[in-house]
């Protein structure tokens, strides 16, 4: 079996348990995730926050610090796993240190700027083709997405600015391109383009009473 086939099967089996626990932010998400990696007992090596500097890679357009958020080793082949976890709030009463809260806390912060979330997942999806073209022991790669959000799943107009980076389920092409040059989006957030098509499906689970979407691109 491919490292990629086995990874991807490991983290489908962690999102798409019954008994998910509801997770605050994405480090939470990582940890998680990582852990249940480290507990298979597959892989040789899982990393997290894997360092890359920017600099060893080509036409890499945002110039900033490359920290993969977790890295899985199995002999000489390595896998990056790149998470976004976008919510909208939720409030629940907790236990905490074996007693139940008095009150209900939020959860889950309403993250909002979905334009940006969908820009950031291409993104992450981006990166990892970069590495794995600079890197020979770098075969494929996962961009994984985890949302309590529905607007993320909409395919949206083809007049709003981020219609090319939309995730409705499907196909996926490769330009990541703002439609509108002079909005702030497009200011702080390059253009970029993708090696190849991608497609999206969206699966989806219940964590603690709440809806999930998640889709797990291959790259």
């Known amino acids: 079996m491919r490292l990629v086939d086995l990874v991807r099967a490991d983290i489908q089996e962690y999102l798409g348990k019954k008994d998910g626990e509801l997770l605050f932010n994405e480090r939470d998400l990582q940890m998680h995730l990582a852990h249940h990696l480290i507990g298979k007992g597959h892989y040789d090596d899982v990393d997290v926050e894997y360092y890359v500097p920017y ?46 809260l008095n009150d209900a806390v939020e959860v889950l912060k309403d993250q909002g700027a979905e334009d940006l979330g969908m820009y950031d997942f291409w993104k992450d999806v981006r990166r990892v083709e970069l590495v794995r073209n600079r890197f020979a022991a770098v075969k494929n790669g996962l961009a994984v997405f985890v949302t309590n959000d529905k607007q993320y799943l909409n395919p949206g107009r083809s007049t709003s600015n981020n219609y090319l980076l939309n995730m409705s389920d499907g196909v ?30 969206w699966k989806h689970n219940d964590f603690e009473g709440v809806e999930f979407h998640y889709c797990i691109v291959e790259i």
């Open 55 to 100: 600099e060893e890679l080509e036409n890499y357009v945002w110039k900033n610090e490359l920290k993969l958020d977790i890295l899985v080793r199995k002999g000489t082949e390595f896998l990056p796993v790149e998470l976004k976890y976008k919510t909208c709030s939720h409030s629940k009463r907790m236990l905490r240190f074996g007693e139940q």
């Open 172 to 201: 996926h092409g490769k330009q990541k391109h703002w439609l509108k040059p002079e909005s702030t989006c497009a200011r702080t957030h390059p253009d970029f383009d993708l090696d190849s098509e991608y497609t999206i499906q």
